[in-house]
């Protein structure tokens, strides 16, 4: 299974952007689908969370409010509609699949090779 991660790119602060995250075999109801981000000299932190079968979803704090995650079964992508961007969340953001919910990037086996987000003062 690959995840092809897109949709990144230069925005203003303030801005937005909406990131996909296609993935190349079906994803099941049992998984769950994350976005986490790395930015340059930090560690990657958890952003969002969903599961596929039901679609619950879940948020770091620092994003409530701002950003949206969603999925389309039929399309096999997973989305993140992200609002309101601060210089500060520049980073290379990651898709990645897991068994279960978790915001440990430990816990998710599959990854996808990352797409730049860099936000503008």
């Known amino acids: 299974v690959q995840l092809q991660a897109s949709g990144g790119g230069l925005v203003q602060a303030g801005g937005s952007l909406r990131l996909s995250c296609a993935a190349s075999?079906?994803?099941?109801?049992?998984?769950?689908m994350g976005w986490f981000r790395q930015a340059p000299g930090k560690e990657r932190e958890f952003v969002a969370a969903?599961?596929?079968?039901?679609?619950?979803?879940y948020y770091a704090d620092f994003v409530k409010g701002r950003f949206t995650i969603s999925r389309d079964g039929a399309e096999n992508t997973m989305y993140l509609q992200m609002n309101s961007l601060k210089p500060e969340e520049t980073a290379v953001y990651y898709c990645?699949?897991?068994?279960?919910?978790?915001?440990?990037?430990?816990?998710?086996?599959?990854w996808g090779q990352g797409t730049l987000v860099t936000v503008s003062s």
């Open positions: 990645a699949r897991g068994n279960g919910y978790s915001t440990r990037a430990a816990d998710y086996y599959i």
């Open positions: 969903i599961r596929w079968g039901g679609g619950r979803t």
């Open positions: 075999e079906r994803t099941f109801s049992s998984h769950v």
